[in-house]
């Protein structure tokens, strides 16, 4: 027992100190720290969309090309309404003219037919070259009912002449022959006639075009299948 009148000591605290009370602001360090993490969060967002807008060019090989922006005929001046530009990737081998000739284009005559959207070559362009060599256009006169609905330039024909036999006349079996010919539909045109017949331009191999042109009788047109 201690003696009357003495003060005791406090027992001494061995445990850790509080790291904090609550409600306590973070101390300034804590601070730094967290705002150098989001700086390196947001540094490293941005050194990756700079590296993928680097690949993506590396990897973006398309190249600015001629293109056409609507049919142009055989044989037409090329106007500047008839040419665009497409960017487009391209084997070696296929002829293209660079976006930056445009100019030189236009005012020169097309040397085929050009379809909308095909991309323009130095073959293309120049004087006329078309039809080929061995090929010939022919112009077919057909009745109303005697060709296809929907015919279009492009689509397969066979052309049928078939000789007209007088009223009263006998018939000669060693006569003219119903004339027959494999062609290509280049135009069709409404006659301007008052009966609904066509006026269709086809093209064919040159003897073909030369029947076709010879021939006396009524014509039609028989339209391909997709394997024709």
């Avoid at 362009?125 to 077919?140: F, I, K, N, S, T």
């Avoid at 017949?197 to 086809?202: C, D, K, R």
Wanted: no cysteine; net charge positive.
């Amino acid at each position: 027992m201690s003696e009357p009148g003495t003060l005791l000591a406090a027992p001494r605290d061995t445990s850790s100190p509080p790291t904090g009370r609550p409600g306590e602001r973070p101390r300034a360090g804590h601070r730094r720290i967290r705002l150098s993490l989001v700086l390196f969060g947001a540094l490293t967002v941005l050194v990756g969309a700079v590296a993928g807008v680097q690949v993506a060019a590396r990897v973006d090989d398309r190249l600015a090309v001629l293109a056409v922006a609507r049919p142009v005929k055989a044989g037409q001046v090329i106007a500047a309404a008839d040419v665009t530009t497409a960017l487009v990737s391209v084997d070696a081998g296929v002829a293209t003219m660079p976006a930056s000739s445009r100019s030189s284009v236009i005012g020169r005559i097309a040397a085929m037919p050009l379809a909308k959207g095909m991309l323009l070559g130095p073959a293309q362009v120049g004087p006329p070259q078309w039809p080929a060599a061995g090929e010939a256009l022919a112009a077919v006169a057909v009745k109303p009912g005697r060709a296809p609905d929907g015919l279009a330039p492009g689509m397969r024909v066979t052309v049928l002449i078939v000789p007209q036999i007088q009223p009263g006349t006998a018939v000669d079996t060693g006569g003219a022959a119903t004339v027959r010919a494999e062609a290509t539909v280049e135009s069709v045109h409404q006659t301007a006639d008052q009966n609904g017949g066509l006026l269709v331009t086809v093209l064919t191999n040159t003897e073909a075009a030369q029947r076709i042109a010879a021939a006396s009788g009524e014509a039609a047109l028989v339209q391909h299948g997709a394997d024709g």
